[in-house]
């Protein structure tokens, strides 16, 4: 227990040790084994947003430059597929809070008359592509601590939706410690320092410390077609989008839908010093949101919408590139100094989070694919308004998916 206590006084978070007495050997245990794997370097990161570089428009291959190859960009996927070369993974570590619900976002029914959940959605459409190509896609899924249970007991019970269980890799996100406003950690029980999942961009990082990074590894993948779970639209594995980014020998892809306005509140894809980069909406000036390129167009016109092509040997090379941490201000649940849980409804702790956006800016280059916004972007974001499950079913109907 000294190289705990004396680590703890080092850092001046000697508090994880309050309820120290009044625990089990074997929550004493518990507690010491989590600490020794605690990353403390969060709490002298630097947080602030490092100066922006050079910001410029990158080129994109159009809805209708691309559909003159289509069938082209098609068979070059499909044949990617069916060679063994293509993998997905879903991003699904976070819950449906924000939409009422205290499960799995995956989870969440967005039928009507008939049940259909999030994760139904997705599998059906990577199943679209595996039933064309005669072939399995391997589907590796980043769950978190709190919902990694929920989401395979979720997924057994419903049969995969009919996707081949033994083609399904689960894999948990890393955890980072929760910071009060005071810099000190918080504990989630007298046993357990409060963590929570370390971002979207941690998933890289987090499957090559996994189980599942072995199938990874031995499958002979090349290309990992990486997306969020609050999409129920999101085309996955992509036979065109597949062919398009490897005939053009760059080192990834990443799937936009042309802005609504330009003050919408999306990241675009743009170039910094020359490399492909994605610049959130808060980060534009007017100048930069309403600038208009030759033909009379928004010079930044393209939104991101999570769904990223990355070459597996390319991915390998910046493993030891840090992304950088963003800081969220957010409100959670934790032990008050009494060992009372208090349950807060405003922010009032620092979650620190990796984000999948930065992981294009390392690349040598990347092929932004516009795709068409009412057939593959419907975001579950909201409980009502914008981004939300209404809206969501709007444009399900109107791809004919029955609710």
Request: with cysteine; proline share 3%; hydrophobic share 40%.
């Amino acid at each position: 227990m000294n190289e705990i206590t004396d680590k703890l006084a080092a850092e001046g978070q000697l508090h994880l040790l309050k309820f120290a007495d009044e625990l089990t050997e074997s929550e004493k245990e518990k507690l010491f084994a989590q600490i020794r794997e605690l990353d403390f370097s969060i709490l002298n990161y630097d947080c602030t947003e490092s100066a922006r570089g050079k910001i410029e428009p990158i080129p994109a291959l159009s809805i209708s430059e691309s559909e003159n190859k289509k069938g082209r960009y098609r068979e070059i996927g499909l044949n990617a597929v069916r060679e063994g070369k293509i993998g997905a993974l879903l991003l699904a570590g976070g819950q449906g809070s924000r939409l009422g619900f205290d499960k799995p976002k995956g989870m969440f029914n967005i039928g009507v008359k008939k049940e259909l959940y999030i994760f139904e959605c997705l599998i059906n459409n990577l199943l679209k592509v595996s039933n064309d190509a005669g072939a399995d896609i391997p589907l590796f899924i980043m769950t978190s601590i709190q919902n990694n249970e929920d989401t395979i007991d979720f997924l057994e019970k419903h049969d995969y939706f009919g996707y081949n269980k033994s083609s399904v890799h689960f894999f948990i996100q890393d955890q980072l410690p929760v910071v009060g406003t005071d810099g000190k950690f918080l504990l989630a029980a007298k046993d357990e320092v409060l963590t929570a999942p370390n971002g979207n961009g941690g998933w890289y990082a987090s499957l090559l410390r996994s189980e599942a990074y072995n199938h990874l590894k031995n499958s002979g993948i090349e290309w990992i077609n990486v997306f969020a779970v609050d999409n129920v639209l999101q085309q996955i594995a992509d036979p065109c989008f597949i062919g398009a980014v490897i005939d053009s020998g760059m080192s990834c892809g990443s799937k936009v839908v042309a802005k609504s306005a330009p003050e919408e509140r999306v990241g675009v894809m743009c170039l910094e010093d020359g490399r492909p980069s994605i610049i959130e909406y808060y980060e534009m000036s007017d100048e930069i949101l309403h600038q208009l390129d030759s033909n009379g167009n928004l010079a930044y016109k393209y939104g991101v919408i999570l769904n990223y092509l990355f070459n597996i040997s390319e991915l390998d090379k910046i493993v030891g590139f840090e992304l950088p941490l963003h800081r969220a201000f957010k409100a959670v649940s934790c032990l008050d100094d009494y060992g009372n849980v208090i349950n807060s409804d405003k922010p009032n702790a620092y979650k620190f989070e990796t984000l999948v956006l930065d992981m294009v800016k390392p690349q040598k280059n990347c092929l932004v694919y516009e795709v068409e916004r009412c057939r593959e972007f419907a975001p579950v974001k909201n409980k009502v308004g914008v981004d939300s499950v209404d809206s969501a079913r709007e444009l399900l109907k109107l791809n004919n998916i029955e609710l």
